[in-house]
């Protein structure tokens, strides 16, 4: 926790993490067994609560809803050199599924929830993947959005109810497509200013950003895009290198997580609108993944 104490017990190899709108802390590990488990502790607490079970694999992405079910997906090994996909439903304070979600493939990844409810994951087998869509309440796809999408990278939700995918592109390339709420085929689609993109995130204000990583010798970025535009708004270069994961509190600050491949790393963060550092915080050890509390 940044300015507070680390948490240690009941970490084992931690692959993602989620927070829900209490700050509740979820994490995801890939244990040494063929099964995960996900370790969940209180707002600011550091042992856990309780520990869940019964996901098989790694766990790869993690979200909750406002009634407090988490939706977990994982990735496992099948057989030599095949991959598996699992998802697993928990009821509030459960530590066993009470659901699994049909339709997961062994590349499932980036769960999201929008304010109706609907639950969306990103899926890919062999190119071009696919998001699957789950209705409120539902363990089974209602539809599947096929148009737009590559190989989705990582999937947001706008404000305002939009789905917004981060996609590689058969040619090596990256694009952003954006669905309104129900839509099958996107409404908009960014290619400006994007190159070795490694994941995006929306604020409150419907502003998507995007990690570039560094290319040539350049210094990675986060650029910018205003809600429904296609043009890049802004870019964000100082006091970031290699830029990797992104998240926002309930002022629609930015944090960035600056990972080196070696060495120190830190958590970057920028007022909204704000292009240069307001604070920096610099860690001794290596992380994947960044979650901030945006719920009062």
Excluded at 68 to 83: D, H, I, M
Excluded at 124 to 142: C, D, L, N, Q
Excluded at 193 to 218: E, M, T, W
Aim: positive net charge; charged residues 15%; aromatic residues 8%.
């Amino acid at each position: 926790m940044l300015g507070g104490p680390a948490i240690t017990a009941g970490i084992d190899n931690p692959t993602t993490l989620a927070l829900d709108g209490s700050g509740t802390l979820y994490v995801g590990n890939a244990n040494a067994s063929s099964e995960g488990n996900i370790s969940v502790y209180a707002s600011q607490g550091v042992n856990p609560l309780r520990v869940l079970s019964g996901i098989t694999g790694v766990p790869r992405g993690l979200v909750a809803d406002s009634a407090g079910r988490l939706f977990a997906v994982a990735q496992y090994k099948e057989g030599c050199c095949q991959l598996g996909g699992d998802g697993e439903v928990y009821a509030p304070g459960g530590t066993e599924p009470r659901g699994h979600l049909k339709g997961v493939s062994g590349f499932g990844h980036s769960p999201v929830l929008d304010k109706s409810g609907n639950l969306y994951v990103a899926n890919f087998s062999v190119f071009p993947g696919w998001v699957t869509v789950y209705a409120p309440g539902k363990h089974g796809p209602s539809r599947t959005i096929n148009t737009g999408i590559g190989l989705p990278i990582q999937l947001a939700v706008a404000p305002n109810g939009d789905l917004v995918v981060l996609n590689g592109l058969f040619s090596g390339g990256y694009d952003v497509t954006v669905y309104p709420a129900g839509a099958s085929s996107p409404s908009l689609t960014i290619t400006a200013g994007l190159h070795r993109c490694a994941s995006l995130a929306v604020d409150g204000h419907g502003f998507v950003y995007v990690v570039r990583g560094p290319q040539r010798k350049q210094p990675g970025e986060v650029t910018v895009y205003r809600a429904g535009q296609t043009t890049v708004s802004r870019s964000i270069q100082s006091g970031i290198t290699y830029p990797a994961a992104l998240a926002f509190d309930r002022s629609d600050r930015l944090y960035v997580a600056d990972v080196r491949n070696s060495g120190a790393s830190k958590i970057v963060i920028y007022a909204f609108g704000g292009s240069a550092p307001v604070q920096t915080y610099r860690l001794a050890e290596q992380f994947s993944a960044i979650a901030v509390p945006r719920s009062p």
